[in-house]
């Protein structure tokens, strides 16, 4: 499975990487900006897309609207933070993404129990 990972914090990114790569998710792009991440997500057309809901002085929900308005609207979104999935439920329910995972939660399995989930 490709995954393209959208998130500012360099140090999370090479965590994501050591946590899914070994587990048939593959990070295969990266990208710290919506603008960056647009242009990622339509070169590489990943399987799933990570998101960070803070990017920075950007929002994560806002990257999710437009992928889903867009020409990478049919990919797998899936939203990630630090915080606590309570914190974000009804933001994550409204927007076009799969689901949430919070990051010290983040594996290959969760990925793919979202993905299932929604299918």
């Known amino acids: 499975m490709r995954c393209l990972l959208v998130d500012d914090n360099e140090a999370f990114i090479e965590i994501a990487r050591r946590v899914l790569d070994p587990d048939g998710v593959r990070v295969t792009g990266t990208a710290s900006c919506i603008a960056e991440a647009l242009l990622r997500a339509s070169e590489l057309r990943p399987d799933v897309v990570l998101v960070d809901i803070g990017l920075g002085d950007e929002n994560g929900f806002d990257l999710v609207r437009r992928l ?3 020409d990478a609207r049919d990919l797998a979104v899936i939203m990630i933070s630090s915080d606590t999935e309570d914190d974000y439920a009804d933001l994550v329910a409204e927007s076009p993404a799969l ?21």
């Open 68 to 70: 889903a308005e867009g």
């Open 99 to 119: 689901g949430f995972l919070p990051k010290a939660d983040l594996s290959a399995d969760g990925i793919r129990q979202l993905l299932d989930k929604n299918r």
